[in-house]
């Protein structure tokens, strides 16, 4: 199956300065849909030339844009937006189909993806300046706050079409161009938006997109060419800590959202079956496909038998399948690496004590045997010398470990070299408070297990990454500072 109106209809799935083209080899990919192993498309497989040319487009349109007003750019992603709202239905089924998650959670990502587009056509007019008295008469200062120039932009499959968004929208609100370079399991996400930015109206050049199944050949012009001045990247922490060495040689400004290993606190006086019902929201988000997914779930001993009584009973309720049908709250795994490493976790996991609580298994009953499902699995006497313990797990596992104390709970929970997301459920404000501020993580969720917003800043710290997207810091991220000092005669 092939979906209709997922590129253009003569193949030609690369957008640069404003023009949709082909890649200049001609050569394309397929695009498969995780759940039934089906082709729904393919996109234009761009290479060094096509970003080379991408570049000088982005390059060349940069002086233009951003001398644009505030209020000109803000008018074009207003535009954006109503045109996203308005096909709000069609992007998610599109993702669904090409990302795997229930048609629900598409839904909530598109709305979601919106908010970063109007939440920055606001905030593109509040860039502000400053003055600052001198320490001699004759003298004065003042600050311009200007855009970076030429972004690269490398973004992930498993939030598609937001993190297009939470980059495009503060880079052009900014007065930035763009090149993007989305995952290659799910380009055709990207493909759609830029569609929308086209039809919104921005200038040739301003945005930029390369579809490709060869990254590290597109990358390279990115990485290495000197018109590029930031890089931002959502993606795995290994990957990152690459990037960033290679754009030091440049001097580029980087923001890196990388990897997490989220510790999920539920203390003695938390409301615990509450705690339970978060736990299993949050781990088994887009099939425990996101960065901010618990990855080690301390509870107090006193209380762990009733959690488990409740995230077992839980997590026993969620059916896998396609995310079309109704009722479904599993998606696929995005690929046959990802199997590999849950089948791998819990078979070390086991050989070392673990109790499989629920799950652990590949699903394949029915028609489950097309596609990449494994059962949402809750393990049991989880030990620190377990794989599952100390590596990011990226799929629907829920390891849970027993604590006696706060002091050994926070030790633990730090005790890695992330430092994403972290959460904490408690009735006692002043635990709250004193556990937050020593937790070593860039969010914090207490009682809450979504602490995110397109107006909240979003990042993390240690081998997390560098910066944050969303929120004013989010578009600080795309401006220089300059000074300008002025001597009076």
């Known amino acids: 199956m092939t979906l209709g109106g997922a590129g253009s209809a003569d193949g030609q799935t690369l957008y640069i300065d404003g023009k949709w083209a082909a890649a200049s080899s001609g050569g394309v990919f397929e695009v498969t849909d995780p759940a039934t192993g089906d082709v729904i498309g393919q996109a234009s497989d761009a290479s060094a030339s096509d970003a080379e040319q991408a570049i000088g487009a982005a390059a060349a349109a940069f002086g233009g844009w951003s001398r644009r007003t505030a209020y000109e750019r803000s008018e074009a992603l207003y535009r954006a937006h109503a045109i996203m709202t308005a096909r709000a239905d069609e992007l998610a089924r599109l993702m669904t189909h090409e990302q795997g998650k229930p048609l629900r959670a598409a839904r909530n990502e598109v709305n979601y993806g919106a908010d970063f587009l109007i939440w920055y056509a606001e905030e593109a007019k509040r860039v502000y300046g400053a003055t600052i008295p001198a320490p001699r008469a004759d003298q004065r200062f003042t600050v311009l706050r200007q855009p970076v120039g030429v972004v690269a932009a490398i973004t992930p499959w498993n939030y598609p079409i937001s993190m297009i968004t939470r980059k495009v929208g503060p880079a052009v609100a900014a007065g930035c161009t763009i090149i993007l370079k989305p995952a290659e399991q799910t380009p055709l996400c990207a493909i759609e938006m830029f569609k929308i930015f086209d039809e919104a109206g921005f200038p040739p050049g301003v945005v930029n997109l390369l579809t490709t199944d060869h990254p590290a050949e597109v990358a390279d012009p990115l990485l290495d060419s000197p018109l590029v001045r930031k890089l ?47 736990a299993a929201l949050v781990k088994f988000l887009n099939t425990g496909q996101a960065c901010i997914s618990p990855n080690r779930i301390y509870v107090h001993r ?58 652990g298994r590949r699903l394949t009953e029915n028609d489950l045997g ?35 104390s706060e002091e050994e709970v926070l030790t633990a929970a730090n005790s890695t070299t992330y430092g994403l997301a972290s959460y904490l459920y408690t009735n006692d404000i002043a635990k709250a408070t004193r556990i937050s501020e020593d937790l070593k993580f860039g969010i914090i969720g207490i009682n809450d297990i979504n602490p995110t917003a397109a107006a909240a800043p979003f990042g993390g710290t240690k081998y997390s990454g560098l910066g944050r997207e969303g929120g004013v810091q989010g578009l600080d991220e795309y401006l220089d500072t300059k000074l300008i000092g002025l001597s009076l005669p």
């Open 232 to 278: 931002t990247f959502t993606g795995s922490t290994e990957i990152g800590m690459m990037l960033a060495a290679r754009a030091a040689a440049t001097m580029k400004r980087v923001s890196m959202e990388l990897g997490g290993h989220a510790p999920f606190i539920v203390l003695e006086d938390a409301d615990v079956a509450r705690a339970a019902k978060g």
């Open 302 to 359: 006193s209380r762990i038998e009733q959690f488990l009584d409740v995230l077992v009973g839980r997590v026993n309720g969620m059916k896998a399948g396609s995310g079309f049908t109704s009722g479904i709250s599993i998606g696929p795994l995005i690929d046959d690496q990802a199997m590999a490493k849950m089948e791998r976790q819990v078979s070390d996991a086991t050989s070392k004590g673990a109790a499989v609580l629920t799950g």
């Open 370 to 404: 097309r596609g990449r499902f494994y059962a949402p699995t809750v393990l049991g006497d989880v030990t620190s010398d377990m794989q599952v313990y100390s590596e990011e797990t990226f799929g629907p596992i829920a390891p849970v470990i027993a604590f006696d």
